[in-house]
């Protein structure tokens, strides 16, 4: 399906905090660059009939001020919109409500940088202290390979096949080095390593069928 070092060592995660709505939040960014002009990488981010081919499907009204549903995931309304630059929504999972923003940064020779802050106010209620930022870091790894297969082939990903993939040997082999990767992003933050490891071995765990995985 893809080569699983090439695309980790592509991405790069950080984690971080910010004073954002309500209060200090904590923040989840991931990016990748895309050999795509960056019209090309929005209209796969916002275009509802492209977004599936990669992602899921999704409905609503998708403009600012609209709101999406991404089928079997999180809804959410539209916040800011300025493109072909970027957005920022609400993510709505159950009784949980977070925030994304991306950024599309264009780079020489036609490529794009593709960014996305996910953002929680988090307390002892929520699935940071047991998994750290892998909760929702290992599905945003998951998601923007997805959106690199598609990117660089034009074709829609297959996600029944997909789904398969990721409990292959080679699936778990990718959720174990993107936790890792949100693992070393964790203790650069100044988390505790111990603490960091606890959480990014739970993160392991649920993604890998040991237990049910979190929600991104």
Known sequence: ?????????????????????????????????????????????????????????????????????????????????????????????????TWIELRLTPEAEGRTRFEVDHIAHVDDDTKWPEYGPGAVGVGWDLMVMGLYLHLSSGRPVDHQAAEAWVMSDEGKRFVELSSEGWYEANVASGEDPATARAAADATTAAYTGAEAPPEA
Request: charged fraction near 25%; aromatic fraction near 8%; include cysteine.
């Open 1 to 97: 399906m893809i080569d699983v070092t090439q695309q980790i060592n592509a991405v790069r995660r950080q984690v971080g905090k910010r004073v954002f709505k309500a209060g200090e939040a904590r923040v989840v960014t991931i990016s990748q660059t895309y050999d795509s002009d960056i019209e090309d990488v929005w209209d796969a981010c916002t275009n509802a009939e492209r977004i599936p081919r990669w992602l899921m499907p999704v409905s609503g009204d998708l403009r600012l001020g609209g709101q999406y549903q991404l089928h079997g995931n999180a809804h959410g309304t539209i916040e800011r919109c300025d493109p072909p630059k970027g957005f920022a929504a609400t993510w709505e999972f159950e009784q949980s409500v």
